[in-house]
Structures are given as structure tokens and as C-alpha cells.
């Protein structure tokens, strides 16, 4: 796999049985890429490994005096450069291609899970828990990964040498053998500590960029009412902890440095004391006294590999764990989706047996509810599949029970538009162009749902007087718009898409009277036809409805027509006017 | 060709829309002058230590050269006791300098970034509220987000470990050129390989770094809003979709990841030369010159181990040096809210009285393009006034300008006889205050959100405020009453209890004069209806301007003024405003649904 034909084709299905079989099942997955990594690692720590070699040889030379000897240790100091220069470039090119194709494949596989649970998503998890995944966890899980073959090629590479130095000075080789083993093991008792400084040093950290953001978010309110110096004391505190919570954290970390001073340097003082000693008594030469302190300085370079493993261990497998409780969810998608075509999909009727609303096919259905929570519940399960799971009987279209239709077939046959629907980033363009049945075109959803002045206001922010609109960029959620331009641009999406019923939650509840009016009109003549019910209390859209349901207490309490129910139903002029059912006729003759 | 092009899209240049300046070379360079200056002693403090751990770890190599010249020369006695004795005491001496130059390298970083982040948000907290409402946050919430991100990696590590690397590296130079002077000519011979190649990567690498970290953060936000947008992307069919341009992400990251790393396949072959260049040079050379005699065995050793030693220093300061150019930008970025003008506020201005006119206000957001013509408007104090048109008329902008944040491009805006628009953004809001629907509920305790309309209230005084807007009974009923924790991550409000927080703050400022920009709309209506009548009452005797799209908050206000068009198209009581028959009318009967009977009403009631 090279890094170019990336993204994945099909990123495979995950073992999610446990974080550490997740681990295992990345690194099966790229194979041939950890055997390349382990080749090149080995040659590269091989070279350098054999540079004190050449020293010795050096050192060697110029004691006998002895010119051919120094050039040809300098010919073999060139072969060794060149396999070093080669092994070190090629190694950092398969370990970054391993690292970044094994992140690449969890942000691939996360986002397929999260699509194909889609609104299931944030009931069974929460939404932080997944973006830390893919913000933070990928890379750890990814690093661990790879370091997998340098590992494997420090483990070759150190015993090679420890068995090399044993067989070329006995005495000598044994005890750098044993002062490896001890400063391996000397860090260790050191590094669960430091993981959990820095786990608290990052909390901390991340607590105190929230409350900058917030800070900044909130920051009109600050500067329209006052409060600043409260809020900016209060980031200056978590700023300061922050900062003494990173020294604590650096205090360890400075340890474990310490450590691996003092343990390698008192392998190296053994090793001077050891070898000096025997060649003073003529039992090894100059030259080997300095090879032997090359090589125990040399070996410092695959221990510190080793440390490098067992954080990137210690550090993954809470990451791992992460993303194995996320990839696991599963979502029951009614039955399975490619036995039935979308042509399949029922028209009629809509019923809901649990409340008793019925919305007629190719009418504009209004629903008057007194509770927003009711109405919620109700407008979910006009969909099908609802997301909060109840005890309710599935709603019926032409008859048949949505629920048991494949989740894809009932949502194309009912868009149910919730009460906050979002906006995705990215261009005007990007965000209205949704599967649709394609009867309606972009500029009549637009004009139906009263847009004319945001597609202005974008244009002015895309590039001057001339810009086009539907190049302009909507932010995250359309921050940049205010709620009633978010909701008519949601409200154009929804017509655009053009279903076969279309449920809509309050579509207009935070546009003024003025455009409310007009949506209400080019609604009502978009949709001519085609069904529709509205959840809505404003008497400027009831008006327009074919048909006006009143729904109380989670059942449907009377229908008629606007004028009819204002007329004759109390409850419902309550609700709809406003005015408190007990009092209207007191203030009316007061 | 050998190589690879830097991708043509580049993530970082859409990654927030600018909306603030960013500063310039200058302003930087100050900026950063200024931060050493401040930090002058940690700075002396590191340099100081790890000139002696460096030190203290050159001392093995030293003694090992004596050895081994001892032992080319035959010497029988190597006194080998007082030798170990020196290179022990010389690793403990170097054991506890490191550990001193990694803490104080954090004590220093730490340091440098708590100035920075703090400095930055105590300057955007200054920013005047007309440029916070024409910027938006979301240019400073990039920045606080992912530019203090980019620079805490550059102060914790990259400023520490590049003074650590630069002292490191020349004292070892030093080491070598004091051991045998000839032996640091071998060291020099390498140095245009180096140069060359640096300069080669350095003039590419900042950017494309930039633009890598850009795409990788594009990677998570784009899964981020697939999560937060679920039952979007379900109810619309858009799986697909999001599952393709999540893959687009990976794809323009991953590109980007390819480039660096091409980049680096240039570097890390040229640090390898280099490495082996001033180590073959050493050795050989110095093998040489031994053989010629100008130099001893002992030397060559202890020059040759300290030229090994030279890697890591290298090593590090290519390494970070990187890492300083990226944060560069954002250091830019971060000292350009900065250059913000402060609007030139008249203290001197006071208001003598409570009537705000306007008068042949025009104003426009883009030159030339006025989005107000001409609105004149005398609103005398304690009077109820409603603005109502279609969206896009100018409603919102006339609230501002009279709430004292934008100033008027040509006309006057006054209250009590004095500009408004001159005075301190401290001054205005003393007398004028807006709300609109941006309800922001700060992370923390509820008391905390109250307590920053009026600095030093009492519980008492909080709760009479809730009570105002009817939302004593909820606050009551959370877990730890005002103390609860809200916002993200903690207790969840509702935007209707966000709407009435902030309407609290406003009873709690309690400035004579109110902008309300559709500061109910959250609410359900009746509730609305409810909550604007309890707020009435409390705001008795006050100026309240509201922008509303609801028909009956006009109906309740004194005065309606109709805006279409930037224009004020009719003024009046409503009663005169159904009575004539204009555009309001013919709104309110269509509204009403049932016009008899309600008009019946509304005569009975006036």
C-alpha cells in the first residue's frame, strides 16, 4: 500500500472484540509494509551499529602507524555511510506510510460506522467520545502500530550486538548484556506515573481551551453587558493550572531523562573501568578498548526505541479501546436493504395508530400540538424507525407499517424535517444538492422558502456585489446565518428533496411574520399534490392547510379546517392565539 | 522526474475565513522581543544548566582519550581509580543538569505560552463590540482553537529544545576545536551540505506542514459534523455523501502527507551526509594528521567521540526548527487581533437625559451599498416600540445602531444630545443594552452567567431577576440551584432557558434602555407571550425597542414602526396602523385568521 492510493477502496470490517484485537487486526492489514519496515530498521541500526567498529579500527590504524590501514577503514566508513543513508531514508518512508495508511483506515472505518448509525449515534454514545477518536486517538493507535517493526528491529539489532560483543571479549559482553537489561528495566517502574501526569496535564489543558472558546463564543454577550474581567480572572486561573500541571507532568519526564543519564553512563564507567583494565593488561588493544565504549554508547540508540514502544503502548490502548466501543455499535436496519428496491416504497395515507392522525395523501396537513416534546415524538414516528425506541406501533403508509421496511426505502418515502435540522458545511451549492426526486429545482425551493435576502447576504460575504451565491460557504451548523435564514435554508433543502410525504417540525418558528406569510403561500403551492404535514402553531401556515389536526395530550382531540377549530374548539384557540383559555374572555371585556 | 509537486488544494487556505487582521513582520518581531524580555532570567537560567550538563558529558570522551593515549604510549600504571572516580562524579554532575534543563526548558515554555493565550484573550476581550459584530467570533475561535494549539507545541518543545540544541551543538564544536584546532576544519567541510539542504527543505516545509495539519484537522471536522448532524444526514439520504467526503478528506490530507514526506526524503539523506562527512572527516583527517604527528592518538579519540555526539544536537535543531516557522503563522495570527484600531471613544461625552433620535441615519455594510436610507426616529424615553418588517429589510441593523455598535455612515444617532456612537463601549452600555437571539450560556455555574451583568449582586437580587422572567421555577428545581454547572459538558439548557438567562442579565444590568432583536423567538409562543408580559413589568418606565416577528409583541408596544426596504414605510400606535390599512394591516387580519371577533377584542381592550 503507498500512501498515493490512498483513500481505501474498502477499509474492511474491523475485529472489534477487544482494543489489543483491533490493534492486531491494523497491523495484520499492512504486513508487507511492517516486513519492509523491520528489513530497513535492522539495516539502518546494523550500520550504525558498526560505526564504532570503525573507529576502533581508526584508533587502531594510527597506534600501528599504518596508512593502509587507515584507508581502508575509511573505504569501509563510506560503505557503511551509504547502507546508513539509504536504510534511515527508506525506514522513515515505510514507517510514515504504515503510520499514516493505519490512520487513514480507523478515520475510513469510523466514517462508515457513523453514517450507517446515522441519528442512532449520539443515544448509544456520545458525540465527544467519537470526535476524540478521530481527533486524537487515531494517531496514537497509528504510532503504536508502527512502531511495532522499529521495535522488532531494535530487538534484532541489540542482541546481534550483545552477542557479537560476547563472543568477540567475553567478560566485556556479558556485562554490557546486563547493563542493557537493567537500563531497559530501569524506566519502566517510571512511565505509568508520567502517562497519568500527562493524561491530567491534557485534561487540563483541554478545560482551559474550552473556556477560551466559550469565552470567545460568548464574547457580544461580554461586551454588550460587562463581565469581562470575571470571565478573563476565571481563564487566567485555568491557564495557570494548565501551566503547573504541564511542569508537574515535566518533573517526571525530567526523571526518566535523568535515568537514562545515569544508568547507560554507568554501564559506560564499567565498561571504561573493565576495559581499561584489560588492556593495560595487554589482553585487548586500543582499538577494541574504544569499539567496546562505541558499542555500549551505540546501544543507548535502540534502548531509547524500546521506551519509545512501551509509551506508544501505554498511550494507545485506552485509544484503542476508544474506537473498538464506537466501531462496535450496530445498527438494525430493518430488513436488509438491497432486497428491495426503492421503487418498492408505498404511497397513500399516512396513519399513526398511537395518536390517531391521519394525513391524506396529496393534502397539506396541519398539527396543532400543545407540547413541543408531543410533537417531537409524534413528527419522529411519522418516519418510521424512530430513534428513541418505544412501545408505540410503527406509523403506516398506504398501509404499510414503515418500521418494517428497509430503513433507506421509509426514509426516502417520508423526510421528516426535526426541529433543528442542521446545516452542513461547505458551499450553498454543496448543501442543496440532497437525493432528490428532482421535480423541483433550486430556485423555486428557494423562492418558496423565502430565501431571496440570504442568498444576498451570501453573496456580499462570497466576493463583493458580483459573487455567486451558491459559492458561498455556509459555516459549521450555519453559525454565520442567524436562526431564521438557517431554518428557510433548511426548509429550501427539505423542498428540494421533494419526497413522497414531507413531515416538518416548526419550520418556521424563528422567521418573522412578514416571510412567515410568504413561505406559508409558496409551501402550500410547491407542494400542491404532494403530502404534507406541518407541526406548527402560527395561524399564518394553519390557514393555509388543506387540513388542520388538533392534537392533545398524545392523541388527536379535533380536525377541521383553521377557521372552523378558531371557531368552535377552545383548547385549540388557547394554544393557537395565545391567550390563556381562562383569561381571553376577561381581558376581552375588561 | 524525481520528486513529487505540492498538491494543488491547499486545506489551510480555507480554513477559516479572515475576518481580522493578521499581523506583520514588525508587529511580530516586537511582539516577540517584548516575550524574551519578559522571560530574560528563564532564559539565562536554561542556557546556564545546559552549558553544564553539556559540559559534564564531555568529560567521558576526555578521559577515554587519555586511556587510550596512556595506552599507545605504553604507560604501565593507567591510574584507573582516580579516572572512573572523575567520569562518576562527572555523570552524576550531568544526570542532574539534564534533569534541571528539561524542567526549566518547561518552566520557560510553560511560561511563554501562559503569556501568549492570556495576552491574546485579554485583547480579544477588548475588542470593540462593532468589530465583534461585523468579524463574528468564529475567525477568533479558530484561532484561539487551533492557532494556541499549534504554538503550544512550538513553546513546550521546539523554543526550549532549540536553545538546548544551539548550546549543545556549539559546545561540542568548541569541544572538538579546543581538543585539536585542526580537528575543526573537518567539521566545517561539511557545513555547505547542510546549508544547502536546509535551505532547499525550510523554504517549503512551513507551508506544507500547514497545509497538512490543515488537512488532517479537516479529517476529524468533517467526521465531527457527520456525528453532530446524524438525524440530518439520515432523514436526507446523505450516508453516502458523507462517507464520500470524509474519503475526499482523507485523500487531500493524505496527499499533503506525501509531499512532507517527500520533502523529508530530501532532508534526512542530506543530515545523514552531513553526520557522516563530519565523522569521516574527523577520523580520517585526523588519522592523518596523527600519522603525520600533529596530533596524539588521545586527541583523535575524544575529537571523534564528540563528533559523534554531534547528532543529536543537529538533529534536534532541524528537527524543531520546522516546528518554529509553522508557528510563526500562528503566532502571526494570534498578535494581529492586535492591530485592531481602537474607535476613537470621546470620554468626555455624556448623555443628558434619555431620548434617542435618529436623524437621516444611512448606513451600509459595504460602501456604496446602504442598507438604511435615511431613517429618521424620536424615541422618547419609557416609550414600548416595535419594529417590525420582512427579514432583509434592515431591522436588526437599525437595533444596532441604535444600541450604540455600529456607528451611522452618514446622519446622527444621540441619546440625552450626545453621539452615540462616540462615547466608550463601557459608557454605552451603562445606558443601552442589546439582546438578540445569540444566547450565550457561559460554561460554569449559573450564578457566574448572572453575575456578569452586575459584578457583586446578591443571591437575592439573582433570584428576583430569575423571577422576572419566569425562570425562578426551573433554576429551583436544578440539582445544586444557582451553583449547577451549565453549558457544554455539564447541565444542558434548553435555548428557551438560554433566551430567559439572558434576559435575566438584562434585569440584572438594568440599563434605562433596551434593544430586544427577537430576544423571545426561542420560546414557545404562549410562553413568549407569558414571559414578555412578566418582563413588562419589570422593565416599567424603560426604553425598550423591540425587533419582533411575532404580531403580537407589536400589538402589545406603544409605537410600531414598519421597516421595508431600509426605510421606516409606517409609524404608529396600532390601532392607527389597522385603521389605515397599510401593509401591518393587512399582515395582522392574516394573522389573526378570525379578524372580527379579535379586532372586536382589541377595541374593547384599547
Known amino acids: 500500500m503507498h500512501i498515493r492510493d490512498l483513500p481505501y477502496s474498502d477499509p474492511g470490517e474491523p475485529d472489534v472484540r477487544s482494543g489489543f484485537r483491533f490493534l492486531l487486526w491494523l497491523f495484520r492489514h499492512q504486513l508487507g509494509g511492517q516486513t519492509r519496515a523491520l528489513l530497513w530498521g535492522t539495516l539502518h541500526q546494523a550500520s550504525i551499529a558498526l560505526l564504532p567498529l570503525v573507529l576502533g579500527l581508526v584508533v587502531q590504524a594510527v597506534v600501528h602507524r599504518s596508512g593502509r590501514e587507515l584507508a581502508l577503514s575509511g573505504l569501509l566508513m563510506l560503505a557503511i555511510s551509504l547502507a546508513m543513508t539509504l536504510a534511515d531514508t527508506m525506514l522513515h518512508r515505510q514507517a510514515v506510510t504504515n503510520w499514516i495508511t493505519a490512520a487513514a483506515r480507523v478515520q475510513q472505518l469510523l466514517a462508515r460506522r457513523t453514517t450507517q448509525l446515522g441519528g442512532m449515534l449520539t443515544q448509544r454514545v456520545a458525540a465527544g467520545e467519537v470526535v476524540k477518536v478521530s481527533t486524537g486517538d487515531v494517531e496514537k493507535i497509528g504510532w503504536f502500530v508502527e512502531s511495532v517493526s522499529r521495535f522488532g528491529a531494535a530487538v534484532v539489532v541489540v542482541l546481534s550486538v550483545c552477542t557479537g560483543l560476547i563472543v568477540f571479549e567475553p567478560r566485556l559482553g556479558l556485562l554490557v548484556a546486563a547493563g542493557v537489561l537493567a537500563v531497559v528495566l530501569s524506566f519502566v517502574p517510571l512511565l505509568p506515573a508520567a502517562v497519568r501526569r500527562a493524561d491530567i496535564e491534557r485534561g487540563k489543558s483541554g478545560r482551559a481551551t474550552e473556556l477560551a472558546s466559550d469565552t470567545v463564543a460568548g464574547l457580544r454577550v461580554l461586551r454588550g453587558i460587562g463581565g469581562e474581567e470575571l470571565f478573563l480572572e476565571r481563564y487566567r486561573r485555568a491557564s495557570q493550572e494548565v501551566r503547573a500541571a504541564s511542569v508537574r507532568s515535566a518533573r517526571m519526564w525530567s526523571l526518566i531523562d535523568a535515568v537514562q543519564v545515569v544508568m547507560p553512563g554507568l554501564l559506560l564507567v564499567a565498561v571504561v573501568w573493565q576495559g581499561a583494565t584489560m588492556a593495560s593488561e595487554g589482553r585487548i588493544s586500543a582499538g577494541a578498548l574504544v569499539t567496546v565504549y562505541g558499542a555500549a554508547t551505540f546501544l543507548m540508540f535502540p534502548l531509547r526505541l524500546f521506551q519509545e514502544t512501551a509509551m506508544a503502548f501505554t498511550f494507545s490502548r485506552p485509544s484503542a479501546k476508544r474506537a473498538v466501543r464506537v466501531l462496535g455499535l450496530l445498527r438494525e436496519s430493518g430488513p436488509a436493504d438491497a432486497a428491495r428496491g426503492t421503487d418498492g416504497a408505498p404511497r397513500g395515507d399516512l396513519r399513526d395508530p398511537a395518536s390517531g392522525l391521519v394525513a391524506r395523501e396529496g393534502l397539506l396537513t396541519a398539527v396543532v400540538c400543545g407540547d413541543p416534546n408531543t410533537a417531537e415524538r409524534l413528527a419522529g414516528r411519522l418516519g418510521g424507525h424512530p430513534l428513541h425506541e418505544g412501545e408505540e406501533p410503527s406509523a403506516l403508509l398506504g398501509g404499510v407499517a414503515l418500521d418494517g421496511l428497509p430503513l433507506a426505502v421509509a426514509r426516502t418515502a417520508v423526510l421528516v424535517q426535526d426541529k433543528d435540522p442542521v446545516l452542513l458545511s461547505g458551499t450553498l451549492r454543496e448543501l442543496l444538492a440532497v437525493p432528490s426526486s428532482g421535480r423541483v429545482t433550486v430556485e423555486e425551493a428557494l423562492g418558496a422558502a423565502q430565501c431571496g435576502d440570504v442568498l444576498e447576504a451570501l453573496s456580499r460575504a462570497a466576493a463583493g456585489p458580483q459573487g455567486d451565491p451558491m459559492a458561498a460557504r455556509i459555516t459549521e451548523r450555519g453559525r454565520s446565518l442567524s436562526g431564521g435564514q438557517r431554518q428557510r435554508l433548511a426548509l429550501a433543502r427539505s423542498l428540494i428533496t421533494d419526497p413522497e410525504v414531507l413531515v416538518l417540525d416548526e419550520p418556521t418558528s424563528a422567521v418573522d411574520s412578514h416571510t412567515e406569510a410568504r413561505i406559508a403561500a409558496g409551501l402550500a403551492g410547491l407542494r400542491a399534490g404532494r403530502s404534507t404535514v406541518v407541526f406548527t402553531s402560527s395561524p399564518l401556515l394553519l390557514d393555509r392547510a388543506d387540513a388542520v389536526v388538533f392534537v392533545d395530550e398524545g392523541r388527536v382531540a379535533a380536525q377541521g379546517t383553521h377557521r372552523d377549530l378558531l371557531e368552535t374548539h377552545a383548547g385549540y384557540r388557547a394554544v393557537v392565539t395565545r391567550e390563556p383559555e381562562t383569561t381571553h374572555y376577561a381581558e376581552e371585556t375588561a | ?606
Open chain 2, 1 to 606: 522526474m524525481i520528486g513529487v509537486s505540492p498538491p494543488e488544494y491547499d486545506p489551510s487556505s480555507v480554513e477559516h475565513a479572515t475576518t481580522l487582521p493578521v499581523a506583520g513582520r514588525a508587529t511580530v518581531r516586537a511582539y516577540v522581543r517584548e516575550l524574551l524580555h519578559r522571560h530574560r532570567r528563564a532564559f539565562a537560567v536554561l542556557v546556564g544548566v545546559n552549558t553544564l550538563a553539556v559540559l559534564a558529558s564531555m568529560v567521558g570522551p576526555y578521559l577515554l582519550g587519555r586511556v587510550v593515549q596512556d595506552l599507545a604510549a605504553g604507560a604501565k600504571d593507567l591510574r584507573l581509580g582516580p579516572t572512573v572516580a572523575l567520569f562518576a562524579v562527572a555523570l552524576a554532575v550531568q544526570a542532574f543538569f539534564v534533569r534541571m534543563v528539561r524542567l526549566r526548558g518547561a518552566v520557560l515554555g510553560e511560561r511563554m505560552l501562559a503569556d501568549l493565550r492570556e495576552d491574546f484573550l485579554v485583547r480579544s476581550v477588548g475588542l470593540p463590540p462593532g468589530v465583534l459584530e461585523r468579524a463574528g467570533t468564529g475567525d477568533l475561535l479558530a484561532r484561539i482553537n487551533t492557532d494556541v494549539d499549534r504554538l503550544a507545541q512550538a513553546m513546550r518543545e521546539a523554543v526550549p529544545q532549540l536553545a538546548i540544541a544551539v548550546v549543545w551543538a556549539g559546545l561540542l564544536l568548541g569541544g572538538i576545536v579546543v581538543t585539536a584546532p585542526a580537528l575543526g576544519l573537518a567539521a566545517l567541510i561539511a557545513l555547505p551540505v547542510l546549508v544547502a539542504g536546509c535551505w532547499w527543505y525550510f523554504r517549503r516545509a512551513p507551508g506544507a506542514y500547514r497545509a497538512e495539519a490543515a488537512g488532517y484537522a479537516a479529517v476529524a471536522a468533517a467526521l465531527a459534523e457527520t456525528v453532530d448532524a446524524g438525524r440530518t444526514i439520515e432523514a436526507h439520504r446523505l450516508e453516502a455523501s458523507r462517507v464520500e467526503l470524509s474519503e475526499r478528506r482523507v485523500f487531500e490530507w493524505t496527499r499533503w502527507e506525501r509531499y512532507t514526506l517527500w520533502l523529508r526524503t530530501v532532508l534526512i539523506p542530506t543530515i545523514n551526509v552531513y553526520h557522516s562527512l563530519i565523522f569521516a572527516g574527523v577520523l580520517l583527517l585526523g588519522g592523518v594528521f596523527v600519522l603525520q604527528d600533529w596530533l596524539s592518538v588521545g586527541q583523535l579519540t575524544t575529537g571523534a567521540l564528540l563528533a559523534q555526539m554531534l547528532v543529536e544536537p543537529i538533529g534536534m535543531i532541524v528537527r524543531w526548527f520546522d516546528e518554529l516557522q509553522v508557528a510563526q503563522v500562528s503566532l502571526a495570527r494570534l498578535v494581529g487581533v492586535r492591530e485592531v484600531e481602537d474607535t476613537d471613544a470621546d470620554a468626555s461625552l455624556s448623555p443628558q437625559g434619555r431620548e434617542l433620535t435618529a436623524r437621516e441615519v444611512r448606513f451600509g455594510y459595504l460602501a456604496g451599498r446602504d442598507v438604511l436610507h435615511d431613517v429618521s426616529l424620536r424615541v422618547p424615553p419609557g416609550t414600548r416600540m416595535a419594529l417590525v418588517g420582512p427579514s432583509g429589510a434592515g431591522k436588526s441593523t437599525l437595533g444596532r445602531l441604535l444600541a450604540g455598535i455600529y456607528a451611522p455612515g452618514s446622519g446622527d444617532i444621540t441619546l440625552g444630545g450626545a453621539r452615540l456612537s462616540g462615547m466608550p463601549a463601557e459608557r454605552v452600555r451603562e445606558q443601552v443594552a442589546l439582546v438578540n437571539q445569540e444566547h450565550h450560556v457561559f460554561v460554569g455555574p449559573l450564578r457566574d452567567n448572572l453575575l456578569l451583568a452586575r459584578e457583586g449582586a446578591t443571591d437575592a437580587e439573582l433570584w428576583a431577576a430569575l423571577g422576572a422572567v419566569d425562570a425562578d421555577g426551573w433554576v429551583r428545581a436544578l440539582p445544586r440551584g444557582l451553583d449547577t454547572e451549565v453549558g457544554s459538558g455539564a447541565v444542558a439548557v434548553t435555548p428557551a432557558q438560554a433566551q430567559q438567562i439572558a434576559l435575566a442579565r438584562l434585569v440584572l444590568a438594568d440599563p434605562h434602555t433596551l434593544v430586544l432583536d427577537e430576544a423571545t423567538s426561542l420560546l414557545d409562543p404562549r410562553a413568549a407571550r407569558d414571559l414578555e408580559r412578566s418582563l413588562g413589568r419589570v422593565l416599567h418606565g424603560r426604553t425598550v425597542i423591540a425587533i419582533a416577528h411575532r404580531l403580537h409583541t407589536a400589538h402589545d408596544a406603544d409605537v410600531i414602526a414598519v421597516v421595508e426596504d431600509g426605510r421606516i414605510s409606517e409609524l404608529g400606535s396600532h390601532d392607527e396602523l389597522v385603521a389605515a390599512g397599510g401593509a401591518y394591516a393587512a399582515l395582522w387580519r392574516s394573522w389573526h385568521g378570525s379578524p372580527s371577533r379579535e379586532d372586536e377584542a382589541g377595541r374593547l381592550v384599547h
